[in-house]
C-alpha cells in the first residue's frame, strides 16, 4: 500500500540552530502535503502545507520543499526556540484523498 | 468553548466492559474522523462521517462501532477490547468531507488503556 516514510525519528539540536525533517511519500498522484506539530498533552495541529504546484513555502521560521521528482518533501525549522520542542508529523494526500502520516519526528531543543 | 473537545481524557478499561468516548466540534464543520495513535506509528484513520454519514471505515475491528447523530458529535462505542487496542484516540474535524482535501483540527486525545 502507499506510505510515507520519516526521518529522523528523534532529533536533538541546540537552541538557535536548524532543524530539518525529511519525507519521503510512494504515491505519485500525492498532491499535498501538510506537516502538523503535536505538543504533549494535544492534539496534532497544522503548521504549514504546500501543494504540488509550489516548489517551497515560508513562514516566518519555518519552510517547507518539495521535490516531485524525487518524492521527497522536508520541513525546515531555523533559529530553533524551545516552544518547538514537540513531535512533527508529515503526511501526503493520496490519490483515494485520505492522508497518509509519516511515524513522527520529536525535536528536541536543548538550551 | 471553541474547537474540539474528547472526553474522557483518560480512560482504563477491562477486557469485557462497554465504554464510549465522546468528541464535540464547535468549529461549524460538515465532517469529523476518528484515529488511533500508537507511539512511534503513523497515525491510523478509522472512520470517517460526511455530513453525519459515514464514508470511510478502514478495516476497523467490530469492537470499535462509531455513531454520529449531528454533526457536532461523534462517538466511539468499545466493546470487549483488547490490551493492543491501548492507544490514544484522536478526534478531529474539517470542513470538506475527504480526509485529505481539508485542514483537520485534532482534539487532545483520550488515552485509552485496556487491561
Known amino acids: 500500500g502507499e506510505n510515507v516514510e520519516q526521518h529522523p525519528s528523534t532529533l536533538s539540536v541546540q537552541e538557535g540552530d536548524s532543524a530539518v525533517i525529511k519525507c519521503t511519500y510512494s504515491?505519485?498522484?500525492?498532491?499535498?502535503f501538510p506537516w502538523y506539530k503535536q505538543e504533549l498533552g494535544k492534539g496534532p495541529q497544522l503548521i504549514i502545507d504546500?501543494?504540488?504546484n509550489v516548489g517551497e513555502k515560508k513562514d516566518q521560521r519555518i519552510a517547507v520543499t518539495l521535490n516531485k521528482t524525487a518524492k521527497h518533501f522536508s520541513l525546515h525549522i531555523t533559529e530553533t526556540q524551545p516552544e518547538d520542542s514537540a513531535v512533527y508529523f508529515c503526511?501526503?494526500?493520496?490519490?483515494?484523498?485520505?492522508?497518509?502520516w509519516g511515524a513522527g519526528t520529536k525535536l528536541i531543543i536543548k538550551p | 468553548e471553541t474547537g474540539v473537545t474528547q472526553t474522557p481524557r483518560h480512560l482504563v478499561m477491562g477486557m469485557t466492559n462497554k465504554k464510549s468516548l465522546k468528541c464535540e466540534q464547535h468549529?461549524?464543520?460538515?465532517?469529523m474522523y476518528w484515529y488511533k495513535q500508537s507511539a512511534k506509528k503513523p497515525l491510523e484513520l478509522m472512520f470517517v462521517?460526511?455530513?453525519?454519514?459515514?464514508?470511510e471505515n478502514n478495516s476497523v475491528p467490530s469492537r470499535f462501532s462509531p455513531e454520529c447523530p449531528n454533526s457536532s458529535h461523534l462517538f466511539l462505542h468499545l466493546h470487549t477490547l483488547q490490551p493492543e487496542d491501548s492507544a490514544l484516540y484522536l478526534c478531529?474535524?474539517?470542513?470538506?468531507?475527504?480526509?485529505?482535501?481539508?485542514?483537520?483540527?485534532f482534539g487532545a486525545g483520550s488515552r485509552l488503556t485496556v487491561l
Open positions: 478531529a474535524s474539517s470542513q470538506g468531507g475527504s480526509a485529505g482535501a481539508n485542514v483537520l483540527t
Open positions: 468549529l461549524g464543520h460538515n465532517a
Open positions: 462521517y460526511n455530513f453525519k454519514e459515514q464514508t
Open positions: 504515491d505519485s498522484a500525492s498532491n499535498y
Open positions: 504546500i501543494r504540488s
Open positions: 503526511a501526503s494526500r493520496g490519490s483515494n484523498y485520505q492522508l497518509i
